[in-house]
């Protein structure tokens, strides 16, 4: 970090990726590298900018006077400023940048730490059909207990209508305080269902593991936030003390998380010195990142991924695909999001989330809006994020490559 930035503050997060999950806990699909690598803007350093530019500190200057002279209604001046600040990021139309209130920052906050209050449900936005979709249920939480399925597209909470354009503000509506009950209008193939769905405190849980028939060991990581790298190693070190002889690793429905943990688990599987992710900046500098371990995973593996696994997901999916001979990736094309926002976290505890960087695979193969080609490709299938050995195509396919 520069050390002749005096407003320049260490950030208390990690590296993080997603789809990120908000406090319901909803994903936002990005990629966000902060630890060590943005540095964090104070917010008078912030605003010292903004007045620089003239015709945006006169133009909001005119409309704030006409506001204080004329207008009948009450005037809550941090709402203003955070609504103005939302509309500037906004203009970029960028659907990853965004400017986030202290609210808004500490349940972005809450979500990498893995423990918040809410129902447990991974969303994203349909920008296609301008649609907000269920994409995950959190393992054992109310979303996933009141019988919410992947697929399901939100229609209304509490009785108001809702759609894409409700994006950035669906998380407020959802959640509430520990015990509160939130109705959720779904329409799913085309039949309007309606879900009251009581908040509570929700652990994420985000790697399960099991034994498969002939000796497969199956790991399923539903996200790459908190410490799931060290939850990976510790479930397949457990595995390959039962004597597992080869490996299922299942990313579906997985919207991203923390770039370094996404990382951290391809370099168990690759060699040391290998090309893990190439990152390209505005100017076209490239930073290439390789693994600095050895690899401790050496079996035939098998990667499930499909139109769900995003970014931190499609930077694994990518590693292992070009960076290991024994892997096979199964599924469906992935989301095809390659492009990384920086955080920074201001002094009054908002927030600013940036696109600022477009990754690539070890070959340097592009992601973004294009995704990452399984090896054999299965898209008639059923995966509701647990086991099903019986209707789960994609996973059965998986087996029988690995016997």
Not at 106 to 120: A, K, L, R
Not at 313 to 322: C, D
Request: hydrophobic share 35%.
């Amino acid at each position: 970090m520069n050390q002749k930035n005096k407003n320049t503050k260490i950030s208390i997060y990690k590296t993080i990726m997603t789809i990120i999950a908000t406090a319901i806990i909803t994903s936002v699909i990005t990629t966000v590298w902060i630890y060590g690598r943005a540095s964090l803007k104070s917010t008078e350093s912030a605003i010292g900018d903004a007045v620089k530019s003239s015709s945006l500190a006169a133009k909001l200057s005119l409309i704030k006077g006409k506001i204080d002279q004329e207008y009948i209604g009450d005037i809550d001046e941090n709402s203003l400023i955070d609504g103005a600040i939302k509309g500037y990021v906004s203009g970029l139309n960028d659907v990853y940048s965004e400017y986030l209130t202290e609210d808004e920052m500490s349940s972005f906050s809450e979500d990498i730490e893995g423990e918040f209050v809410g129902i447990g449900v991974y969303i994203t936005k349909d920008t296609e059909n301008n649609l907000i979709v269920v994409y995950g249920t959190i393992q054992n939480s109310p979303a996933q207990e009141a019988g919410l399925k992947t697929g399901d597209i939100i229609t209304s909470v509490d009785g108001v209508e809702c759609n894409g354009d409700n994006y950035d503000t669906i998380t407020n509506d959802i959640k509430g305080k520990e015990g509160t009950k939130v109705s959720i209008g779904i329409l799913r193939n085309g039949e309007e269902l309606n879900f009251e769905i009581e908040r509570k405190k929700v652990a994420v849980e985000h790697v399960t593991s099991q034994i498969l028939e002939n000796d497969i060991g199956y790991i399923n990581i539903s996200s790459f936030e908190g410490n799931v790298s060290e939850e990976f190693e510790n479930a397949f070190d457990n595995l390959e003390s039962q004597g597992i002889t080869s490996l299922i690793i299942d990313i579906r429905n997985n919207g991203g998380g923390i770039v370094d943990e996404s990382l951290a688990i391809a370099e168990l599987m690759t060699d040391k010195g290998q090309t893990l992710l190439i990152e390209s900046n505005k100017n076209g500098e490239e930073e290439v990142i390789k693994s600095e371990k050895d690899k401790k995973i050496d079996m035939p593996i098998v990667l499930l991924v499909n139109e769900y696994s995003a970014s931190a997901s499609e930077i694994l999916a990518g590693i292992l695909k070009e960076d290991v001979e024994n892997v096979t990736l199964i599924g469906n094309t992935t989301y095809g999001k390659g492009v990384i926002q920086a955080l920074y976290k201001f002094t009054d505890g908002s927030g600013l989330k940036l696109t600022t960087n477009e990754y690539f695979t070890p070959n340097h193969n592009k992601i973004n809006k294009i995704g990452i080609e399984p090896d054999i490709k299965i898209d008639d299938y059923i995966y509701t994020g647990t086991l099903d050995l019986e209707k789960d195509t994609q996973l059965k396919r998986a087996i029988e490559e690995l016997k």
